[in-house]
């Protein structure tokens, strides 16, 4: 398995507050994003980056900012929570060389916003 | 954005027998890639299989195959022998050479093993 850790698991949050997911890999891999998963919608990209300091936005980025850092950790920003934001937040790893560039998955960060 | 559909949001096999997931896009590329994802109650999401374009030759992983039809921009995933660990979500998925690596997923087949 790909060492892929997200934290939190599980938050629960209210309207209006600021909250910060964290994706971190042991695999060195380049690329990183950030996916929401919601009924009816399989997994939607909201952001996702191609090196430290290198990222764009994905389908749904709106209300959301990320930040990368280090290779090993990315981080999703929700800087003012609204209820249509609770979901499950994956982060996916993918190398950058090979013709096929799996993404990997990290466990999901279950968000409620009351 | 490529669009990948999954006509199917929830189909059943009894345990042993074979199901057939669908999966379909829409692209203007020739060279792309694609993939089906599993993903048990756990919600941990699982590579099954994945299959290159250019490959003519069906992609294998013990039970489970695809049939890959380019031209009719299908991708469906075969489970043989089902078993009650199969009963989960599926996910199919596209990749594109040209966009950065993003991946585009169909919204899921639920499939339910019946003992």
């Known amino acids: 398995d790909a060492g892929i850790t997200q934290s939190p698991r599980h938050k629960v949050t209210e309207t209006g507050t600021p909250v910060t997911l964290r994706c971190h890999q042991t695999?060195?891999?380049?690329?990183m994003y950030w996916y929401r998963q919601d009924p009816g919608h399989g997994l939607r990209l909201i952001h996702y980056?191609?090196?430290?300091?290198?990222?764009d936005k994905g389908e749904v980025s709106d209300g959301y900012s990320v930040s990368r850092s280090k290779t090993e950790d990315f981080l999703l920003t929700l800087e003012s929570a609204t209820s249509s934001q609770t979901s499950v937040y994956f982060c996916?790893?993918?190398?950058?060389?090979?013709?096929?560039?799996?993404?990997?998955f990290g466990p999901g960060t279950r968000l409620t916003v009351l | 954005a490529q669009t990948v559909t999954q006509s199917q949001p929830e189909m059943s096999v009894q345990e042993a027998e074979t199901v057939t997931l669908s999966c379909t896009y829409d692209?203007?590329?020739?060279?792309?890639?694609l993939f089906w994802y599993k993903q048990p109650p756990s919600r941990q999401m699982i590579l099954v299989i994945r299959?290159?374009?250019?490959?003519?030759q069906n992609a294998t992983e013990n039970r489970f195959s695809v049939n890959f039809q380019k031209a009719a921009k299908s991708f469906s995933l075969k489970i043989s022998d089902s078993q009650l660990g199969d009963a989960a979500m599926y996910f199919c998925?596209?990749?594109?050479?040209?966009?950065?690596?993003?991946?585009?997923f169909g919204t899921g087949t639920s499939l339910t093993v019946i003992p």
């Open positions: 996916a790893i993918s190398e950058s060389q090979g013709a096929l560039r799996t993404q990997y």
């Open positions: 695999e060195n891999h380049r690329y």
């Open positions: 980056s191609y090196g430290v300091k290198d990222t």
């Open positions: 692209t203007s590329e020739s060279d792309y890639y």
């Open positions: 299959q290159e374009a250019y490959k003519q």
């Open positions: 998925a596209y990749r594109s050479p040209n966009t950065g690596n993003q991946f585009y």
